[in-house]
């Protein structure tokens, strides 16, 4: 406790992160503001829109996930 406390300030350890990194960080405010002003929109109309704006294509799943993350149901 003392070594990790000297070493960073704090006595508890950071969790470590798994998996695989976040694809769409910077992404999610576009879809609120998508979701905001159409909240019956489809997953394959909010991928259109990330493609035109961003030139991205990810995965319906993705999408969901990150929908999820930031409240919607």
């Avoid at 000297?6 to 695989?20: D, K």
């Avoid at 694809?23 to 999610?28: G, I, P, R």
């Avoid at 909010?46 to 999408?63: G, H, P, R, Y």
Wanted: net charge neutral.
């Amino acid at each position: 406790v003392l070594a990790l406390w000297q070493r960073s300030g704090n006595v508890v350890n950071e969790p470590l992160r798994t998996g695989r990194p976040r694809v769409l960080n910077s992404y999610e405010i576009l879809m609120s503001c998508l979701i905001e002003h159409k909240p019956d929109m489809l997953l394959k109309e909010i991928n259109d829109e990330l493609l035109k704006a961003f030139e991205t294509d990810v995965s319906n799943q993705t999408i969901s996930r990150a929908l999820k993350y930031c409240g919607y149901p």
